[in-house]
């Protein structure tokens, strides 16, 4: 079953934080976030492994927590390169298939 | 490292047509995945190898299609008859022995007619 996320869209000025969820009804192994801009490949942000491990480089942090199966993406200060849509992968067992959200349209303005 | 390749990066063709994909993953990846994502959503896993054995397939996979990695290397993905239903960006995703990070290829457009 296919991870929920939200907002599905969010408008931000340049500087805004934003938090984009993901939930899923399976227990997961890992929770992995990807942002891609119209016509490119999927760019991997971040992994983060079951044990509510947060992780996080330059303003873009994320956290899992494993009891609730939600994975939560935090931008802060936000750029205008952060324009793109996210997606959370999440993984069932290790090395297998990544199963994909719904995504979150993310656009960033001056 | 070059990054996943795959070609063509567009393909148009008319229904009924056989068309066949190609993928380079990363070097010494030995895991190779298939996506397909349609417009606004998200990516939806079609098939994966470990080395040149084929592991796991998606009920999405119907008998029209087939993939490949025959030396462990490069994969190929074919779709045969294609239907206007399959029209979709195909990607490519590999990743390494150790974790699970999967790194996407640009993805061959496919647009059937």
């Known amino acids: 079953q296919q991870p929920v996320q939200s907002p599905q869209a969010v408008i931000l000025r340049e500087g805004e934080d934003a938090v984009i969820n993901c939930s899923s009804s399976?227990?997961?192994?890992?929770v992995h976030w990807y942002r891609q801009k119209h016509g490119e490949a999927p760019v991997f942000l971040m992994i983060?492994?079951?044990?509510?491990e947060q992780k996080g480089h330059d303003k873009i942090s994320a956290s899992f927590n494993e009891k609730k199966q939600q994975s939560s993406l935090y931008l802060t200060a936000s750029q205008l390169s952060y324009s793109g849509t996210y997606f959370c992968?999440?993984?069932?067992?290790?090395?297998?298939?990544?199963?994909f959200g719904t995504g979150t349209r993310l656009q960033v303005t001056l | 490292d070059t990054g996943v390749s795959q070609n063509p990066r567009h393909k148009i063709t008319k229904r009924g047509q056989n068309v066949t994909f190609r993928c380079d993953p990363i070097s010494e990846h030995n895991r190779l995945y298939w996506y397909r994502q349609t417009l606004g959503q998200g990516p939806e896993f079609l098939t994966y190898f470990q080395n040149e054995a084929q592991l796991e397939k998606s009920r999405l996979l119907s008998d029209r299609f087939s993939a490949e990695r025959p030396k462990g290397s490069f994969s190929t993905l074919e779709i045969q008859r294609t239907e206007q239903g399959d029209s979709a960006m195909y990607l490519c995703?590999?990743?390494?022995?150790?974790?699970?990070?999967?790194?996407f290829g640009a993805g061959t457009r496919l647009s059937v007619l």
């Open positions: 983060l492994l079951k044990g509510g």
């Open positions: 992968g999440t993984e069932v067992g290790t090395a297998s298939k990544l199963t």
């Open positions: 399976k227990a997961l192994y890992s």
């Open positions: 995703a590999s990743s390494p022995r150790q974790g699970n990070i999967q790194y």
